[in-house]
């Protein structure tokens, strides 16, 4: 039994769910998939996955053992890629998690020309705003906003977000327009608040105008962790809320959301990406944040100076 082969036709069955598409993805055939897993499992002394006649389900020993493969054949993937020949043309897997709005508005229209440039490169996009632990999820890099404060991260700063305040127009029928910042804080009016996962806090809202400074907590009618959800719950006209200009934009064009406040200016939001200290930045992971930083600029280039030190809590 070649062990590398039958690790990756094992992790291979995981990721797909079945023996036959695994096989399919790998070019074998369907019984050599199934050998190569038998094989192993007879080596380990251990069932590592469960297998019926219409679902095949990782046991908890397997779980375990797929992440620790994951590793493994990524450093073997990364000392073949760190080859001269094989720098100038990067490939292998790539786990990336970035916050919803950011993959659906920016960067998965932009992954054709990525995928144009690196055809090798294999990239599965985790798609969330909560806090991801890179190491024991196997994890290359996460795109974060706000600032960053975990030290055992290395993060680039490439990006600062303008950010504004918006309502829907059903909201601003109700609960009428404001004229000034401060009166978001009266009793008939509310905000949607969208709260950092690693901290729970309600991500505050400080604008400023001609040496005036106000900061806004307003009174949440909804508070949630989830960048789609907070667009859908200001469009449905629960509150103001405040948000980063590039997600508001199509929303604004059709009339669901009105900007509010034109004349004050809020603090950006800087953006990052954010991989392990210890983690080796393999030529793929190299090539895809330098493309992704480039694609950040088009949208949202550095404006202020980037904070000192290191971090990006995910």
Same mark, same amino acid.
């Given at each position: 039994?070649?062990?590398?082969?039958?690790?990756q036709a094992f992790a291979r069955v995981v990721e797909t769910g079945s023996f036959?598409?695994?096989?399919?993805?790998?070019?074998?055939?369907?019984?050599?998939?199934?050998?190569?897993?038998?094989?192993?499992?007879?080596?380990?002394?251990?069932?590592?996955?469960? +297998? @019926?006649? /219409?679902?095949?389900?990782? #046991?908890?020993?397997?779980?375990?053992?797929?992440?620790? &493969?994951?590793?493994?054949? %990524?450093?073997?993937?990364?000392?073949?890629?760190?080859?001269?020949?094989?720098?100038?043309?990067?490939?292998?897997?790539?786990?990336?998690?970035?916050?919803?709005?950011?993959?659906?508005?920016?960067?998965?229209?932009?992954?054709?020309?990525?995928?144009?440039?690196?055809?090798?490169?294999?990239l599965y996009l985790g798609v969330s705003d909560r806090v991801v632990d890179l190491?024991?999820?196997?994890?290359?890099?996460?795109?974060?906003?706000?600032?960053?404060?975990?030290?055992?991260?290395?993060?680039?700063?490439?990006?600062?977000?303008?950010?504004?305040?918006?309502?829907?127009?059903?909201?601003?029928?109700?609960?009428?327009?404001?004229?000034?910042?401060?009166?978001?804080?009266?009793?008939?009016?509310?905000?949607?608040?969208?709260?950092?996962? +690693? @901290?729970? /806090?309600?991500?505050?809202? #400080?604008?400023?105008?001609?040496?005036?400074?106000?900061? &806004?907590?307003?009174?949440? %009618?909804?508070?949630?962790?989830?960048?789609?959800?907070?667009?859908?719950?200001?469009?449905?006209?629960?509150?103001?809320?405040?948000?980063?200009?590039?997600?508001?934009?199509?929303?604004?064009?059709?009339?669901?959301?009105?900007?509010?406040?034109?004349?004050?200016?809020?603090?950006?939001?800087?953006?990052?990406?954010?991989?392990?200290?210890?983690?080796?930045?393999?030529?793929?992971?190299?090539?895809f944040i330098d493309w992704l930083v480039e694609l950040m600029a088009q949208h949202?280039?550095?404006?202020?100076?980037?904070?000192?030190?290191?971090?990006?809590?995910?």
């Open positions: 039994m070649d062990r590398f082969d039958a690790m036959t598409k695994a096989a399919d993805t790998l070019h074998l055939s369907k019984t050599t998939v199934t050998q190569l897993v038998q094989q192993l499992e007879a080596r380990l002394r251990v069932k590592l996955l469960h +297998r @019926t006649t /219409r679902k095949v389900n990782v #046991t908890p020993d397997g779980a375990a053992y797929y992440e620790r &493969v994951l590793r493994l054949l %990524a450093d073997m993937d990364d000392a073949e890629t760190s080859l001269s020949c094989a720098v100038a043309s990067p490939r292998g897997r790539l786990r990336v998690d970035v916050p919803s709005p950011f993959a659906s508005m920016i960067l998965v229209p932009a992954l054709p020309t990525f995928h144009a440039k690196y055809p090798d490169i294999q190491i024991d999820e196997n994890v290359d890099c996460v795109v974060r906003g706000g600032e960053i404060t975990n030290l055992s991260l290395v993060a680039r700063h490439a990006a600062d977000l303008p950010l504004a305040v918006y309502a829907a127009p059903s909201y601003l029928a109700q609960a009428g327009r404001p004229d000034h910042p401060s009166e978001l804080e009266l009793p008939h009016h509310h905000i949607v608040g969208f709260a950092w996962s +690693r @901290t729970r /806090r309600v991500f505050p809202c #400080t604008l400023r105008r001609d040496g005036e400074s106000i900061d &806004v907590q307003g009174r949440p %009618a909804l508070v949630v962790d989830d960048g789609n959800a907070y667009i859908a719950a200001g469009i449905a006209g629960i509150g103001a809320l405040w948000m980063p200009s590039y997600m508001a934009q199509t929303y604004v064009a059709r009339g669901e959301l009105i900007p509010l406040f034109s004349d004050w200016q809020l603090d950006p939001m800087p953006m990052y990406i954010a991989f392990p200290q210890n983690r080796h930045i393999s030529a793929k992971l190299r090539v949202a280039p550095v404006v202020s100076r980037p904070p000192l030190g290191i971090g990006a809590d995910s």
